[in-house]
């Protein structure tokens, strides 16, 4: 993974948290570091994904995914 760049690591990561379905996931500053491919990408399987997703994030960007917000002060 060394020879990665930081985007293909980023959509590695997604990959992995999304495989097999699961039916919440936790995602941390979900387009941080993403390139446009994976910025697509995550678009593309939260769009698809059934269950639930926590997203913790401070861009304005990752917001777009959410349906609730919880501010934290």
Not at 49 to 71: M, P, Q, W
């Amino acid at each position: 993974m060394s020879a990665y760049s930081t985007g293909m690591r980023g959509r590695l990561k997604l990959a992995l948290a999304f495989q097999g379905r699961p039916s919440l996931v936790f995602l941390d500053e979900p387009s941080a570091a993403l390139d446009t491919a994976g910025v697509h990408l995550l678009d593309r399987l939260l769009a698809d994904h059934t269950g639930a997703a926590v997203i913790a994030t401070n861009s304005l960007e990752d917001r777009k995914y959410g349906t609730s917000e919880l501010k934290l002060d």
